[in-house]
T-cell receptor
Framework: LAKTTQPISMDSYEGQEVNITCSHN???????ITWYQQFPSQGPRFIIQ???TKVTNEVASLFIPADRKSSTLSLPRVSLSDTAVYYC????????????FGAGTRLFVKA | GAGVSQTPSNKVTEKGKYVELRCDPI?????LYWYRQSLGQGPEFLIY????????DSGLPNDRFFAVRPEGSVSTLKIQRTERGDSAVYLC???????????FGSGTRLTVV
């Protein structure tokens, strides 16, 4: 399973765009990249998943370069409620897979 | 149900006791996962069920931990002879085969005193 590396923490202000980059140098051909968000006292919540190029949904965008050795989660115009831990995961999504969470990135959004 | 339900939400037990933690996945989800999360850490994989069988139990720390899913829906994580180091939040997640991402429950906070 590919290991991921993310910044331990990031600070931002309300209304700014936040980009969190994850490194996954050993990503395999069948691996997808998935991001989760976790608030205190809650389980992680799925945000977005992608395989290559760019994926966008109502919450975030995910940018994946051609070599797929990294990915960037982009949160547009963050608010205080986006303060959370964000996890980047890499794994095979074709039939259910063992997902390894790292320590994640703690995002602090300030007023 | 609408989401993944875990009971109890909190459990305090004495060292050496036996505990059972229950997970009710989303109806129809064939895959079920158990994780353990310590303070300040990411969730740690324990075991993965596909239907009734444990497809991967390589994350179980030792033979004091056991999980079952007899009818392919509800799962129970069982911990024998609990130790203080077992204190953590135990998270359950479920998904459809090949679906994007998992849906997690809110977890059971286990405290061994």
């Amino acid at each position: 399973l590919a290991k991921t590396t993310q910044p331990i923490s990031m600070d931002s202000y309300e209304g700014q765009e936040v980009n969190i980059t994850c490194s996954h140098n050993n990503i395999a051909t069948n691996d997808y990249i998935t991001w989760y968000q976790q608030f205190p006292s809650q389980g992680p919540r799925f945000i977005i998943q992608g395989y290559k190029t760019k994926v966008t949904n109502e919450v975030a965008s995910l940018f994946i370069p051609a070599d797929r050795k990294s990915s960037t989660l982009s949160l547009p115009r963050v608010s205080l409620s986006d303060t959370a831990v964000y996890y980047c995961l890499v794994g095979d999504n074709t039939g259910g897979f063992k997902t390894i969470f790292g320590a994640g990135t703690r995002l602090f959004v300030k007023a | 149900g609408a989401g993944v339900s875990q009971t109890p939400s909190n459990k305090v037990t004495e060292k050496g006791k036996y505990v059972e933690l229950r997970c009710d996945p989303i109806s129809g989800h064939t895959a079920l996962y158990w994780y353990r999360q310590s303070l300040g850490q990411g969730p740690e994989f324990l075991i993965y069920f596909q239907g009734t069988g444990a497809a991967d139990d390589s994350g179980l720390p030792n033979d004091r931990f056991f999980a079952v899913r007899p009818e392919g829906s509800v799962s129970t994580l069982k911990i024998q002879r609990t130790e203080r180091g077992d204190s953590a939040v135990y998270l359950c997640a479920s998904s459809l085969m090949g679906a994007y991402g998992y849906t997690f429950g809110s977890g059971t906070r286990l405290t061994v005193v």
